[in-house]
């Protein structure tokens, strides 16, 4: 079987699991992520949890096309309920979803995790909510991308164990830690797309026939976030 090639999004997830790495794909997506990771060596052992049984299916299948049944265990279950104890995983993926669902799977699961774990987290949109969950419970964001597929923006955002409790600021929970310092061109045209967004929110909420000062008041403030943050 010839090896399988990633998305460019998918290459910068498997970018961030280190050699060796025990790990646990949540919505394995036809589990190709660790399907090329145990192709390339770097992987020693993985799991592809699967909340649907018709994707479940697919990723069965598509592991034992590959013949790395021994090395990837396909699960049914929800979220981080795919995990075992004895698996030992020390990296868990979770990549394609909304921040919403990545906070929800981290937080309903939580007993499944040592709190030792490496998070390669990839939201496609509220990287805000994932980095509130991450700077909660103590994780570092270690790494932070910013990139544009099929026109489309994702992040990814890299939570390593933190020794001692961090407290990020609200601008890097919106808009990143380090991405707000980088400012690449996926960034600034992402935050100009929500500018312009927040803009016409405003002018719509001034032009209303009874104002909502409370919603007015919030969305001005996110405009000088983001202004302050392009400048």
């Known amino acids: 079987m010839s090896d399988l090639h990633l998305s460019h999004r998918l290459q910068a997830v498997a970018d961030f699991v280190p050699n060796h790495a025990r790990l646990a794909d949540i919505g394995s997506d036809h589990a190709y992520l660790p399907i090329y990771l145990a192709q390339h060596h770097v992987i020693d052992y993985g799991v592809a949890g699967e909340v649907v049984k018709g994707p479940y299916q697919s990723s069965v299948a598509h592991v034992h096309q590959y013949g790395l049944d021994e090395i990837i265990k396909v699960r049914l279950a929800d979220g981080l309920q795919a995990i075992k104890a004895t698996d030992n995983i020390?990296?868990?993926t979770i990549a394609g979803m909304g921040g919403t669902l990545i906070k929800n799977i981290l937080s309903a699961g939580s007993n499944r995790l040592t709190g030792n774990e490496r998070l390669v987290l990839e939201p496609n949109v509220g990287g805000y909510l994932v980095r509130q969950w991450l700077n909660e419970h103590q994780y570092q964001i270690s790494h932070e991308v910013i990139l544009t597929e099929d026109k489309h923006i994702y992040e990814i955002i890299v939570g390593d164990p933190a020794l001692v409790p961090l407290h990020y600021s609200q601008l890097?929970?919106?808009?990143?830690?380090?991405?707000?310092?980088?400012?690449?061109?996926?960034?600034v045209q992402k935050w100009q797309t929500e500018l312009h967004k927040q803009q016409l929110v405003l002018t719509n909420l001034q032009k209303a026939q009874h104002v909502n000062i409370e919603r007015l008041q919030q969305v001005q403030h996110q405009i000088e976030l983001i202004q302050e943050v392009l400048q």
Request: glycine letters at 6%; aromatic letters at 10%.
């Open 90 to 92: 020390n990296v868990v």
């Open 172 to 187: 890097d929970l919106m808009f990143g830690p380090q991405l707000r310092h980088e400012r690449n061109v996926a960034f």
